[in-house]
């Protein structure tokens, strides 16, 4: 019996947690065939779970990154992207990287109350947040939760500069409040654009917003004059590197300003869900993508070395480098740095109770 594939999830099964010491196989229900090829394509749906956390924002200490809180009201992530660095975090809470990772979202619905508790923090410096620094923060589940939309409104209160990363169409929605912040230079915005295939992005990227969507996105916010980017993330040598010209000349022309990039990274169990993804979709090119992944990668799969991790070594990497700022320079992106301001910060809390001082 064939293989049967769980439709709309990036992974195809769950790997065993590298916490836990006992893992579940689920097995095919009686009087099903014993084949050992056989695979039992049961509904599998996704839960939420209320997530208990006392904090919305994280600390990163990272010298790659220009940011250093992000924003997360979701851990897990319904769009199931399967090169997804963030999988191996699911296995802190007990359980998979795999589909459990796509399936079992933990939902922080305080988020709005956590963030205006931390920005009242008294030793709070204002810096700019990014919204979906570890799992995307427009991901289907906000459409009905609002979460985000709701944290937007009180950075917008207090204001804080916020600078968003997603691959979903849904951020459209928040324009409204997304250009009040921007009036003000609080807010930058960027789409990730893996590929421009929509046949790759369905199998690599299964329940985020198409390419074409997300193209248009761009052009809706920078029809709003807010600052927004295309971010090709992550390029795959070998896969999707060669699209790198042409995302970069379709994002300018719907109105992006500004790109960035980062090479494929593949942490823990992602390795495994990777390979097994590629054998699954791309068998006849298998060796050719870890080879080169290899060749940038110091003859490894993956280095988590900073400096290293986002854009790799070698005459490979420099050779994406290379093809993606020639690229930018063509398109006229990337002309000026993105700079977002902190001088509208107030605590509103703090400024209401100064009128009992009058």
């Known amino acids: 019996m064939e293989r049967v594939q ?20 689920y097995l095919p229900p009686e009087g099903s065939q014993d084949n050992e090829n056989e695979f039992y394509d049961s509904q599998i749906t996704t839960v939420f779970f209320k ?4 904090s919305v924002v994280t600390k990163n200490d990272s010298p790659d990154l220009y940011f250093d809180y992000s924003f997360n009201p979701y851990r897990g992530c319904e769009h199931g992207c399967i090169y997804c660095y963030a999988r191996p975090s699911h296995e802190y809470l007990g359980f998979s990287s795999g589909i459990d990772f796509e ?8 988020s709005p109350a956590l963030l205006e508790e931390f920005f009242n923090k008294k030793n709070y410096k204002p810096e700019i947040i990014m919204f979906s620094g570890n799992t995307d923060c427009y991901q289907p589940i906000e459409r009905k939760l609002q979460l985000t939309r709701k944290c937007l409104e009180v950075c917008l209160k207090f204001g804080n500069p916020v600078s968003i990363i997603t691959k979903n169409f849904l951020v459209v929605r928040d324009i409204d409040i997304i250009t009040e912040l921007a009036k003000k230079n609080l807010v ?17 990227e299964p329940r985020t917003s198409t390419p ?17 980017g295309v ?25 992006a300003v500004f790109a960035g990039y980062t090479i494929l990274r593949l942490p823990y169990s992602v390795k495994d869900l990777f390979i097994d993804w590629l054998n699954r979709e791309f068998p006849d090119r298998v060796n050719k993508i870890l080879n080169r992944i290899k060749d940038i990668r110091g003859g490894k799969l993956n280095e988590n070395e900073f400096r290293k991790r986002f854009k790799g070594e070698g005459e ?10 020639i690229s930018c320079r063509k398109n ?27």
């Open 188 to 204: 930058s915005v960027m789409l990730t654009i893996t590929s421009l295939d929509k046949d790759l992005t369905s199998k690599m």
């Open 103 to 110: 399936t079992k979202i933990m939902v922080k619905e305080n």
């Open 212 to 228: 074409e969507r997300r193209l248009k996105a761009i052009e809706e916010i920078a029809k709003n004059k807010i600052p927004v």
């Open 231 to 255: 971010m090709i993330a992550p390029v795959i040598p070998g896969l999707n590197d060669e699209e790198i010209p042409e995302i970069v000349r379709e994002g300018a022309i719907c109105g």
């Open 6 to 25: 769980h439709k709309g999830r990036g992974a195809q099964a769950n790997l065993p947690n590298r916490f836990e010491k006992l893992h579940i196989e």
């Open 316 to 325: 490979f990497a420099e050779a994406i480098r290379n093809l993606f700022i």
């Open 332 to 358: 006229n992106i990337n002309l000026k740095k993105i700079e977002l301001t902190t001088e509208h910060f107030k605590k509103p809390s703090v400024h209401q109770l100064d009128l009992f001082n009058l």
């Open 51 to 54: 997530d208990y956390s006392k």
